[in-house]
Nanobody, 115 residues
Framework: QVHLVESGGGWVQAGGSLSLSCAAS????????RGWYRQAPGKQRELVAA???????TYADSVKGRFTISRDNPKNTAYLQMDSLKPEDTAVYLC?????????WGPGTQVTVSS
């Protein structure tokens, strides 16, 4: 069984930065895909960024050039560095771990960006 826990959310003014972490416990495959999603009130959950075991990254157009996803396999941790934050980035951010047979989600962490 895999458990994910996010940390690093909070409140920041527009233009500021936050760094999120997603720690995974349990047996983690190095080829598992790690991802960050977000969900704002009244909106659907959307992909923010993802990274494969080999380090290939994908970003939503809305965050390209501002957010950076990374992972530390020995620490079973994924990160999301968020710079130049905008009020529209306000949401609950959730991390996801995908293997060939299972998908795991963290409980989420709130990010609030004020104008």
């Amino acid at each position: 069984q895999v458990h994910l826990v996010e940390s690093g959310g909070g409140w920041v003014q527009a233009g500021g930065s936050l760094s999120l972490s997603c720690a995974a416990s349990g047996t983690i495959s190095r080829i598992a895909i790690r991802g960050w999603y977000r969900q704002a009130p009244g909106k659907q959950r959307e992909l923010v960024a993802a990274i494969t075991g080999g380090g290939v990254t994908t970003y939503a157009d809305s965050v390209k050039g501002r957010f950076t996803i990374s992972r530390d396999n020995p620490k079973n941790t994924a990160y999301l560095q968020m710079d130049s934050l905008k009020p529209e980035d306000t949401a609950v951010y959730l991390c996801k771990l995908s293997t060939s047979s299972r998908v795991y989600w963290g409980p989420g962490t709130q990010v609030t960006v004020s104008s």
